[in-house]
């Protein structure tokens, strides 16, 4: 009886140290994570935890983006308004501008809706809450209750410490959305 305890027991021990020295199997969502977060600086990244919390489709992204354009819209508008009343042409002048790039912006969102068309109920991207940390050479970094968005193919939009602040450049998910209007494009 004794013997046949050993025979058990040694391999069941043999198993168990192997998979304590096993090596943490690849994950694409924390390897994205991190790489977005190290930017090609040497360290290490960990994920503690991670949850998903919501989804935008790529129609309710021109949805926001459009809110966006239109309020940028109705104030630069009220701006100008003011300025042609108070006899201020130079200031008035301004606000015309940025109205006629505002409303360049609209038809070149509408322009990309179009090309997207077939896809509107696709997601564009995910939000994720995480906990992690990242050690470099000669620091290291907490992230507690995180935010990030991240698309389907894994690439992260937004990093933000809260969650108000996380669908500010949701539009990058939106493909043509960055070449048409830049990294730093008037968002909200």
Known sequence: MKKHIVTILIPALLCLLAAGCKQQAPDPLRDALGAYILQGREGTFRLLSIEKIDSTTFRTEFERRQNVFDLK???????????????????????????????????????????????M??????????????????AYTEFSNTYASITPSLEVITLAAERKDLHKAGGRAIPGYVQMFGKESDED
Request: hydrophobic share 30%; aromatic share 10%.
């Open 73 to 119: 819209l109705r104030e630069e508008t009220k701006l100008y308004e003011s300025y042609v009343q108070q006899r201020k042409p130079k200031n008035a002048a301004r606000h015309l501008e940025a109205i006629q790039r505002t409303n360049a912006a609209v038809k070149g969102l509408d322009s990309l809706r179009a090309t997207l068309e077939g896809r």
């Open 121 to 138: 109920e696709e997601i564009a991207y995910y939000d994720y809450v995480f906990t992690g940390r990242v050690d470099t050479d000669n």
